[in-house]
């Protein structure tokens, strides 16, 4: 059955919408016919997120609303190349194959430190980092780094994950000798993650670091669900105590939020 000579445009247009990006990509090569259905701004505008000429407006790149010359443009750029908004503190990107959002916070935004950070931490710049500032762990001996991210820009009845992204300045760190401590939970909530991890597992430890193939390694660092109008935000807390083992060198780009693939 030949479904252009069935099914007008705009019904196309609104079956199309129901699926997804991949197969709106797919379905544009049939035909021109499919092509102009699945390629059209009605289809397009939704895969972005309802909000998302908000979130651009108050961005770096509120120049995008007009020059990109189609929603589906406007989409890729997104999923290729991430926007900053809160003042550059945070990165926005929607995840190519499902339109979701994504989300970093840089260092200076989305970390405490403890332990005062003029003393033991500095905040360098780095070529290989998205942000201005990454933070950079003096030698210390108790460790601790905790923070909370806001999760009101994430896509809604979706598994998260969040990653602690970092490196290392020295080979000899300190942090391959012991774990450390890390603490997850949902804003609001009692129950808690907890786990111990070796952010450097070259002592034959279980390596449950990746390297994210810019310059950054990351680990996981705990996984959520996030519901329909929740937006408590996610609590970690990393920590070690030790005060006998002297650490430094640990590098902190952020913390990135994503969906869980699985």
Request: with cysteine; aromatic share 12%.
């Amino acid at each position: 059955m030949d479904m252009s000579v069935v099914l007008p445009e705009e019904c196309l247009s609104q079956i199309t919408s129901l699926t997804s990006p991949r197969d709106a990509c797919r379905l544009s090569a049939v035909s021109p016919f499919f092509k102009s259905a699945a390629d059209s701004d009605a289809v397009w505008e939704t895969f972005l997120p309802s909000d998302y000429e908000g979130i651009i407006s108050n961005s770096a790149s509120s120049s995008l609303l007009s020059t990109c010359s189609s929603k589906k443009e406007l989409y890729f750029h997104l999923s290729h190349k991430p926007i900053f908004i809160n003042s550059g503190n945070m990165s926005f990107a929607l995840e190519k194959e499902s339109g979701k959002v994504c989300c970093m916070v840089g260092a200076k935004a989305g970390i405490s430190v403890t332990w005062g950070s003029k003393s033991y931490w500095t905040w360098p710049s780095l070529p290989e980092s998205r942000f201005p500032e990454v933070a950079e762990l003096k030698p210390v001996c108790w460790f601790e780094v905790k923070g909370k991210i806001e999760t009101k820009l994430l896509s809604p009845e979706t598994t998260y994950a969040a990653y602690l992204v970092f490196k290392f300045a020295d080979s000899r760190n300190g942090f391959d000798t012991r774990p450390v401590e890390l603490c997850f939970y949902i804003g609001g909530m009692e129950e808690e993650e907890r786990s111990k991890v070796f952010l450097d597992a070259r002592a034959g430890a279980p390596n449950l670091s990746q390297d994210r193939g810019d310059g950054w390694m990351e680990i996981e660092i705990g996984e959520f669900f996030k519901k329909h109008g929740e937006d408590e935000g996610v609590v970690y807390n990393l920590f070690d105590f030790d005060g006998f083992s002297s650490k430094h060198g640990l590098i902190i780009e952020g913390i990135e939020l994503r969906p869980k693939s699985v």
